[in-house]
């Protein structure tokens, strides 16, 4: 099971964290992704985190923006998103898959119910 918890509304420029709750599976031995799916788009890849290989992976549009990070001890995994633009307006999803990071949602097993983040310009 995974719980996101952190979205909201905020203004261009602002900043939130994302939180993910993972429960249910052995999470070291699992890879974390964000995806994002704004109205009338496809669910993208935002970021992931892999603790077995030790590797991350960025969206281009928000490198330098955006960072993803875990905590084994809390089965926990956060997405910190600085200078939010109105683009970036979507409901936000943390999912999980055994070991290696994809880019790809349907390559996930587990998902969270989804966080909605509002950018207003």
């Known amino acids: 099971q995974l719980v996101e918890s952190g979205g909201g509304l905020v203004q261009a420029g602002g900043s939130l964290r994302l939180s993910c709750v993972a429960s249910g599976f052995s999470f070291d031995d699992y890879a974390i992704g964000w995806f994002r799916q704004a109205p009338g788009k496809e669910r993208e890849g935002v970021a992931c985190i892999s603790n077995t290989y030790d590797r991350t992976w960025y969206e281009d549009y928000v490198k330098g923006r955006f960072t993803i990070a875990s905590d084994n001890a809390k089965s926990m995994v956060y997405l910190q998103m600085n200078n939010l633009k109105p683009e970036d307006t979507a409901i936000y999803y943390c999912?999980?898959?055994?070991?290696?990071?994809?880019?790809?949602?349907?390559?996930?097993?587990?998902w969270g119910q989804g966080a909605q983040v509002t950018v207003s310009s």
């Open positions: 999912a999980a898959r055994a070991r290696s990071i994809s880019v790809t949602a349907l390559n996930y097993d587990y």
